[in-house]
């Protein structure tokens, strides 16, 4: 019985770890771009370009990317490899082998990564945008980098180069006895290729394009949903009627 005991203390303080570990900082809000054409296809572009390396979407396939309105022939020409057919799932092209031995371990498949990453601090879009965005230049970590939300995380910044290298600035203070450290925003080391605001709105349009991966029927859902509550309604008004005319000689 104490064994059990243990063992349960155990798995309650890993667990209670990793959720301080996840909140290192609060989650900001995500923009909801997954009516946005554009942002959802220039998601695309940087999800094929910079995360397709590493991480696959193996339960999503090329050719869905013609709801989002690209044509079949875009796709082909902006989003493919040379060995690739459009309709294909997007596997990554690293060795998972060598991916383990380089990072700690496998990437992981990000096909429904919005929806499995929703925790406490908000929606996974929610934490995506905030990480994607809190990478720091680290060299005691072996990529060189940190993160905020995920600290020690073993994915590097693939994306430094359109953020450019920034440092976290902390502000000292004491509670109960002890000293804090609180942060307070960045210092920005060198600029990237794209300016804060220019980054923070690629990286919008990036999580938006994660979040229909993840669900891309999720807007036609809604949009029937609707019509749905509307017929309940309706239904429930003339119901109501129908009731009040069969009852009302009987008293």
Not at 60 to 81: A, H, V, W, Y
């Amino acid at each position: 019985m104490k064994k059990i005991i243990l063992s349960l203390a155990l798995a309650l303080g890993v667990v209670a770890g990793a959720h301080a570990s996840g909140d290192a900082i609060a989650w900001d809000k995500a923009p909801n771009k997954t009516n946005d054409l554009a942002a959802l296809q220039n998601g695309a572009k940087i999800f094929v370009n910079h995360c397709l390396n590493c991480h696959s979407a193996a339960f999503m396939r090329f050719n869905r990317l013609k709801d989002i309105g690209l044509t079949e022939q875009q796709i082909k020409d902006n989003l493919l490899f040379t060995t690739d057919k459009v309709g294909d799932t997007m596997k990554a092209n690293i060795d998972p082998k060598q991916a383990k031995e380089w990072f700690g371990a496998t990437p992981p498949d990000l096909t429904v990564i919005a929806r499995s990453r929703a925790g406490h601090g908000g929606t996974g879009a929610d934490y995506l945008y905030t990480y994607l965005r809190t990478f720091y230049r680290d060299e005691t970590k072996a990529t060189g980098w940190n993160n905020l939300v995920f600290p020690n995380v073993g994915m590097p910044h693939v994306l430094w180069e359109l953020q450019g290298v920034r440092r976290p600035i902390y502000e000292t203070s004491e509670e109960h006895g002890h000293e804090v450290h609180v942060f307070k925003g960045w210092d920005q080391v060198t600029p990237g290729k794209l300016t804060p605001l220019e980054y923070d709105q690629a990286m919008g349009d990036l999580v938006g394009y994660l979040q229909w991966m993840a669900e891309p029927a999720q807007n036609t859902r809604v949009r029937i949903g609707v019509w749905v509550l509307l017929f309940l309604v309706g239904f429930m008004f003339i119901a109501w009627r129908l009731n009040a005319s069969f009852w009302k000689d009987i008293k």
